[in-house]
Nanobody, 114 residues
Framework: QVQLVESGGGLVQPGGSLTLSCAAS????????MSWHRQAPGKERELVAH??????NYADSVQGRFTISRNLAKDMVYLQMNNLKPEDTAVYYC?????????WGQGIQVTVAS
């Protein structure tokens, strides 16, 4: 029905930057909101950033360092991550609220280590 594919993860040193991308495809019709979540080993999945109607919200832990944005024409969402810290290490998941429901990507690993 709806597919979400993340890209852009990898290994980065503390203080570095990465940009995650998520491409939505399939029976999208309308996208109401998109968000990024993450799950570190042994921890629950948590909301990192959310964007709806151009308004963005962030977890306190990433406020001022991460920026979420959308390309409406391409049905994509991005997460610009700056000043990365070891505690940002996790699998990052894209999520979309669309006409047919709520969908998740498969996740992509981000590792922050020296």
């Amino acid at each position: 029905q709806v597919q979400l594919v993340e890209s852009g993860g990898g290994l980065v040193q503390p203080g570095g930057s990465l940009t995650l991308s998520c491409a939505a495809s399939g029976k999208i019709f309308s996208i109401y909101a998109m968000s990024w979540h993450r799950q570190a080993p042994g921890k629950e999945r948590e909301l990192v950033a959310h964007i709806r109607d151009g308004s963005a919200n962030y977890a306190d832990s990433v406020q001022g360092r991460f920026t979420i944005s959308r390309n409406l024409a391409k049905d994509m969402v991005y997460l610009q991550m700056n000043n990365l810290k070891p505690e940002d290490t996790a699998v990052y998941y894209c999520n979309a609220d669309v006409t047919l429901g709520n969908f998740w990507g498969q996740g992509i690993q981000v590792t922050v280590a020296s």
